[in-house]
């Protein structure tokens, strides 16, 4: 089964902390995306990652693809609460793939 | 910024009802997309497309849905017969060529079937 699992699936933390989400499987990915979805809204995406131990920066926000291109983590530095919103990992298998495959989302609350 | 554009914003269709969604890709893309969100669920591929055919499709696209570029900027999605079950979140997605999964959404359509 082609699955994409994130981790964890609520998160609700202090502004000014530090936080990191999983996205793991057991499959080789050829890229992952990483979107942020607000509610009633399409994803957006925030970054692709394309080879192994990648690591992308965009502002506070640092994204990493495991060396064997099977998992990546979005790490968010001193947490605001405009980063509140579900975070979704979604992967293509192979190059070329038509399709992505979604995890299931990370919901993320940053308190004042 | 160029941006996927997606209409109607909401579709509210009885039963068994045909429906069409409408989706404007980004100008200079080729492949184009789409998925679908039960509410509360994950994201869900349906079908993509490529040099005005289905290249790839799932298990959901069965023989009541059809997808058609009429024309140089529509991409539509096309259900023949509603049932209860398709009420969810309509995504239409786009990619340039060389970035398959770097797809790009529009801001969906909600189709409530009753």
């Known amino acids: 089964t082609q699955l994409l699992e994130q981790s964890p699936q609520f998160l609700s933390i202090q502004e000014g902390e530090n936080l990191t989400v999983y996205c793991n499987s057991s499959s080789v990915f050829s890229s992952l995306q990483w979107y942020r979805q607000e509610p009633g809204e399409g994803p957006v995406l925030l970054v692709t990652v394309v080879t192994g131990g990648e690591v992308k920066k965009l502002k506070r926000l640092t994204f990493q693809f495991g060396d064997a291109r099977k998992d990546s983590s979005l790490h968010i530095t001193a947490a605001q609460p405009g980063d509140t919103g579900l975070y979704l990992c979604?992967?293509?298998?192979?190059?070329?793939?038509?399709?992505?495959?979604f995890g299931q989302g990370t919901r993320l609350t940053i308190n004042p | 910024e160029p941006e996927v554009t997606q209409t109607p914003s909401h579709q509210v269709t009885q039963m068994g009802q045909e429906v069409i969604l409408r989706c404007v890709p980004i100008?200079?893309?080729?492949?184009f997309y789409w998925y679908r969100q039960i509410l509360g669920q994950k994201v869900e591929f349906l079908v993509s497309?490529?040099?005005?055919?289905?290249?790839?499709k799932s298990e959901i696209f069965d023989d009541q849905f059809s997808v058609e570029r009429p024309d140089g900027s529509n991409f539509t999605l096309k259900i023949r017969s509603t049932k209860l079950e398709d009420s969810a979140m309509y995504f239409c997605?786009?990619?340039?060529?060389?970035?398959?999964?770097?797809?790009?959404f529009g801001p969906g359509t909600r189709l409530t079937v009753l």
């Open positions: 497309f490529y040099n005005n055919e289905i290249s790839e």
């Open positions: 100008s200079n893309h080729l492949y």
């Open positions: 979604a992967g293509a298998l192979i190059q070329g793939a038509q399709k992505l495959v």
């Open positions: 997605a786009s990619s340039a060529l060389g970035t398959w999964g770097t797809q790009y």
